[in-house]
């Protein structure tokens, strides 16, 4: 069963919400966002009728935001012995492969910036530019590789 679901827990509601504000403003679907604020203040598995109703959306949504979810990692399908529904939990390193999508996009960023700052022509205000805007860049990479690594602690 879930672990929080009335007036009470106004501060944890929030949460769930300001996460789903939060992958919405970076072009990811809100549910989504909600159900995976939403499962990291579960410490048992969450059933799709469970999140549905948490949540105040219907199954058909969630179960479409969930199996999207499931194959991005960040949440694992999980079952109980004698039940055929399928449950989910928030997988233990979500915050690792979140951070290793977002290092994805700063790398493809960096190597526009460098494609752009190699072009002929260019004036060299606009290459020098390009070029400390992608040395930012490297050091952003390099930092979040190490923590997607485990170096730091």
Do not use: C
């Not at 969630?62 to 449950?87: C, E, H, M, P, W």
């Not at 752009?116 to 060299?124: D, I, K």
């Amino acid at each position: 069963m879930t672990d929080f679901v009335d007036e009470a827990s106004a501060p944890l509601t929030e949460y769930v919400e300001r996460i789903g504000l939060i992958w919405e403003s970076q072009g990811l679907p809100r549910i989504a966002g909600r159900v995976v604020g939403y499962l990291t203040l579960q410490s048992e598995p969450v059933s799709l009728d469970e999140l549905a109703s948490a949540l105040g959306v219907s199954k058909a949504s969630v179960s479409s935001d969930a199996r999207y979810l499931a194959r991005l990692g960040y949440i694992n399908l999980t079952t109980r012995r004698g039940d055929r529904r399928d449950y989910y939990v928030i997988a233990p390193d979500m915050p690792a492969r979140l951070t290793a999508a977002k290092l994805g996009e700063i790398e493809r960023l960096h190597e526009a910036l460098t494609t752009a700052s190699q072009s002929p022509g260019m004036p060299e205000a606009v290459r020098t530019r390009l070029r400390e805007f992608g040395q930012f860049q490297l050091s952003v990479i390099d930092s979040l590789r190490a923590l997607v690594e485990g170096r730091t602690r």
